[in-house]
């Protein structure tokens, strides 16, 4: 059973940065592929961030070139940090943990761990 815990989020202007933490337990986080998905109101959860075990990383289009996954093994924790953000950006955002291996990783199917969420609102 793995566990996962998110911080980090809050409320910020439009234009500013977060950075999302997800602290994990178990012995095995440097195979886990890791990642990040969010919620809006209304609106189905969608792909964010994410990163395998061996470092390689992927964005949705909505967050590239302003999110960045990144991961510390040592802590068994993995970070989002958000710049540029921007309303829509508005959501409650969920950390993932693929340990059985092999799942896509924009699927929130091929997860089989997650966090309770914490919630980012960008104000315009």
């Known amino acids: 059973q793995v566990q996962l815990v998110e911080s980090g989020g809050g409320l910020v202007q439009a234009g500013g940065s977060l950075r999302l933490s997800c602290a994990a337990s178990?012995?095995?986080?440097?195979?886990?592929?890791m990642g990040w998905f969010r919620q809006a109101p209304g609106k189905e959860r969608e792909f964010v961030a994410a990163?395998?075990?061996?470092?390689?990383?992927y964005y949705s289009d909505s967050v590239k070139d302003r999110f960045t996954i990144s991961r510390d093994n040592r802590k068994n924790t993995v970070y989002l940090q958000m710049n540029k953000l921007k309303p829509e950006d508005t959501a409650i955002y969920y950390c993932?943990?693929?340990?059985?291996?092999?799942?896509?990783?924009?699927?929130?199917?091929?997860?089989?761990?997650w966090g309770q969420g914490t919630q980012v609102t960008v104000s315009s």
């Open positions: 993932a943990a693929d340990a059985e291996g092999g799942g896509a990783y924009y699927a929130s199917r091929g997860y089989d761990y």
């Open positions: 178990g012995h095995t986080f440097s195979s886990y592929d």
């Open positions: 990163v395998t075990w061996s470092g390689t990383t």
